[in-house]
């Protein structure tokens, strides 16, 4: 859909979760043959999850350990959710910026899928509840403290700032975007 958007020269705001590295990278080889389109993935649209995300990564350098929970309604298609694997991203990214070691972890042992996924070295965990929408922690920990960021999305309305500031925006971003944090001034 999105490399049919890009060749018919429409700018795409694009939702929908679930994409992995390669189809990322084939969508931004695509978009090479139309740089003047613009392309905007955002995991989440929320206010409250795009901040938490940021404030994750500028805070991850301090933190000897960084893990994410998320908490989703039960219909959800995709695990862990693309904001989750974003936030690990961008705490993944500032620690290697950082120089910092991998965090410790001296598990010998554990059922599948105990220390939940790991995302570029951080483990995500997934929870799906009957009644939630969306939610995530964010635990970052050094010995002795814990700063622990959170977000919930209570309603699909705390979506739609973030849903029209993208489309107002994208004519005036060509290229290949990802994350909302990309057209706010953070
Ligand atoms: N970026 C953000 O802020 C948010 C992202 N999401 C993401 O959006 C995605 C959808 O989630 P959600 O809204 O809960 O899912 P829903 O099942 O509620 O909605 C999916 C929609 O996609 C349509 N659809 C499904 N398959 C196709 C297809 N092959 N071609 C065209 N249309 C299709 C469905 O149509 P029909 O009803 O006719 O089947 C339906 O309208 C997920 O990846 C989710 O993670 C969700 C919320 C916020
Ligand atoms: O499926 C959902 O509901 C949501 N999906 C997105 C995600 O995977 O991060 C955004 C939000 O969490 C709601």
Avoid: C
Avoid at 30 to 43: E, Q, Y
Avoid at 62 to 84: I, N
């Amino acid at each position: 859909m999105v490399h049919a958007l890009l060749d018919a020269g429409v700018h795409a705001v694009v939702g929908t979760t679930g994409w992995d590295a390669d189809a990322l990278a084939r969508v931004r080889a695509h978009a090479s043959t139309r740089p003047d389109v613009g392309v905007l993935i955002a995991p989440n649209f929320a206010l409250s999850a795009v901040l938490a995300m940021r404030f994750a990564s500028v805070a991850a350098r301090y933190f000897a350990s960084a893990e994410v929970v998320e908490m989703h309604h039960p219909r959800k298609l995709d695990a862990p959710s693309g904001t989750a694997v974003h936030t690990a991203r961008g705490i993944a990214e500032a620690r290697a910026g950082a120089g910092l070691a991998p965090m410790a972890d001296a598990t010998a042992s554990a059922l599948p899928g105990a220390r939940g996924a790991d995302v570029d070295g951080v483990p995500v965990h997934a929870l799906r509840l009957e009644g939630l929408v969306a939610h995530e922690q964010i635990f970052l920990s050094n010995p002795g403290e814990l700063l622990t960021l959170r977000t919930d999305s209570f309603d699909r309305i705390s979506f739609m700032p973030g849903v029209l500031l993208a489309v107002r925006e994208i004519a005036s971003r060509p290229g290949v975007h990802v994350g909302l944090e990309t057209y706010l001034d953070l």
